[in-house]
């Protein structure tokens, strides 16, 4: 907890919550905005959160979507409750034991769950935006307010990705780069959107669970696959409607006849070749250059990818469709005597597949995880041997959550986590100036384990007790598609 010191004079109180010691005046808070001088006592402004299973009268788990929307914030005295780290303060350099160690029954087990705000300058966020437009090139500044926050980094199948923070960025340049970089990842992480320019790219707006706005637009769909997965998907459902079908797109732009579907289903050559590299077999790179054109490129006119047309292979009255992988771009044409393309009404049979190219892409989404070191100093507010506790996360014997939510531990050493922010309860996340996110954590084990990795026994409280002595609290329901760390950390056999 955090603790104060007063000065008799001025009434100011000097919070150790973190290493920037602020000294706050009366009825004040300090540079957090997270701790105040109020009634002459330092006093943690937002609530501790706790997340309790809502139980119907037949005591059967209401699902999350239904009890969020009826939820008050108000504790069930008699529901399964967890101590989330959330509002729970920070004790950072951790020279203390973190601020709450709870024990719980779970089926008669004795478990411990380690409780508390970490500090992390060691953090960063990833991105990753389901849309086949272009937002700029690898590996291009990414600017919020002038300042870099991070950068364009490795596209994924469907998907942008963005990463944002990290330690260069927060420490490592000017004072202000690191407090826009703090203040970028911490409204990313509590799911507000944000806007950002991409250096040679586009403007987005980013907020965690909703479809980007790209250059204005809100962006509607992701693509389906590659130009060539397209027409591995769709292929059998063209063959007898069409001559030709190319897809554009920004990776893999594919020629159907050309193509191994093609050739599978005995489609003759149509003898239309396109701009860009021949990969393999119909499989184009860099037909045309990145934009927001048809599926991620600056094409405007599908025909300016067609380099020529072969007169010895292609013929008169030829049907051919270029469509893009989202399906959102189509066109029919149908080549005339001299074999030029001749844009004509789509036929409702070609139409149908373009429209199912559609109705297989899922929604554009922007997906935040928060990406994190615990494997520092925050570990000597768990145990009094640190590398134990990595140890017992590593054989699984300690349950890692944020906010409740459950995490991804990478292998390897340290205890780097990654969590979806979506998955967190509001507003998980604060920051200090130093500059460093806060962000909630929580280490459940066994009792028994947790006295064998050196924690702090005579630090344990019992929830209840713990609970019943905080003032400020609010309850979230618990999301069904959660483990509850207890229930699985207690049937763990000792190792
Ligand atoms: S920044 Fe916040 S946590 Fe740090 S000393 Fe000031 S009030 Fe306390």
Redesign the pocket.
């Known amino acids: 907890m955090?603790q104060m010191r007063e000065n008799k004079d001025d009434g100011l109180i000097?919070?150790?919550?973190?290493?920037?010691?602020?000294r706050?005046r009366p009825e004040k808070?300090?540079?957090?905005?997270?701790?105040g001088n109020f009634e002459g006592k330092l006093t943690r402004v937002d609530p501790v959160v706790v997340v309790q299973k809502a139980l119907d009268e037949d005591c059967e788990l209401v699902p999350f979507a239904r009890a969020s929307e009826e939820w008050d914030g108000s504790l069930i005295s008699q529901a399964p409750t967890f101590l989330t780290g959330i509002g729970s303060t920070?004790t950072y350099p951790d020279y203390k034991p973190a601020p709450f160690i709870v024990s719980s029954d779970q089926d008669g087990v004795d478990m411990v769950t380690v409780v508390s705000e970490g500090v992390f300058s060691y953090c960063g966020v990833k991105v990753k935006i389901d849309t086949d437009a272009y937002i700029g090139p690898e590996p291009a500044p990414i600017r919020v307010k002038g300042e870099q926050v991070g950068h364009v980094t490795t596209a994924e199948y469907g998907s942008q990705m963005l990463a944002i923070g990290g330690v260069r960025h927060l420490t490592g340049g000017s004072k202000k780069e690191g407090m826009v970089t703090c203040n970028t990842m911490m409204r990313l992480c509590n799911k507000e959107p944000v806007e950002m320019t991409i250096d040679g790219g586009a403007n987005i707006i980013v907020q965690g669970g909703e479809p980007p706005i790209i250059n204005g637009f809100k962006e509607e769909r992701m693509r389906v696959g590659c130009g060539s997965a397209t027409v591995g998907i769709f292929a059998p459902q063209w063959k007898d409607h069409v001559d030709e079908v190319i897809v554009v797109d920004d990776h893999i732009t594919a020629v159907l006849s050309e193509h191994q579907a093609g050739q599978f289903l005995d489609m003759p050559l149509a003898g239309i070749r396109v701009r860009g590299r021949r990969s393999t077999l119909g499989r184009y790179f860099q037909v045309a250059d990145h934009g927001a054109g048809w599926g991620g490129t600056d094409v405007e006119d599908p025909l300016d990818i067609i380099e020529k047309i072969d007169e010895d292979i292609a013929w008169p009255g030829l049907r051919l469709l270029m469509v893009s992988t989202t399906g959102q771009d189509s066109a029919w044409y149908v080549l005339d005597d001299n074999l030029a393309p001749q844009p004509t009404k789509m036929p409702q049979e070609v139409k149908l597949v373009v429209d199912r190219i559609g109705e297989n892409c899922e929604p554009a989404l922007c997906t935040v995880m928060f990406m994190a070191g615990a494997g520092g100093s925050l570990r000597a507010g768990v145990t009094i041997n640190p590398v134990h506790l990595t140890r017992s996360v590593r054989a699984s014997e300690t349950q890692v959550t944020c906010g409740g939510a459950p995490v991804f531990v990478w292998p390897g050493g340290g205890i780097t986590l990654l969590v979806d922010v979506n998955q967190m309860p509001d507003n998980s996340f604060g920051w200090?100036?130093t500059p460093a996110l806060?962000a909630p954590i929580e280490f459940t084990v066994r009792r028994d384990l947790y006295e064998r990795i050196g924690g702090y026994s005579d630090k344990v409280k019992n929830i209840h007790d713990v609970i019943s002595e905080l003032g400020n609290i609010r309850s979230v329901p618990w999301r069904e598609n959660h483990p509850w760390p207890p229930e699985g950390m207690a049937r763990k056999d000792k190792v």
Do not use: F, S, W
């Open positions: 955090a000097r919070c150790d919550a973190c290493p920037v010691l602020c706050i808070t300090g540079a957090c905005n997270r701790y920070t200090v100036p806060v």
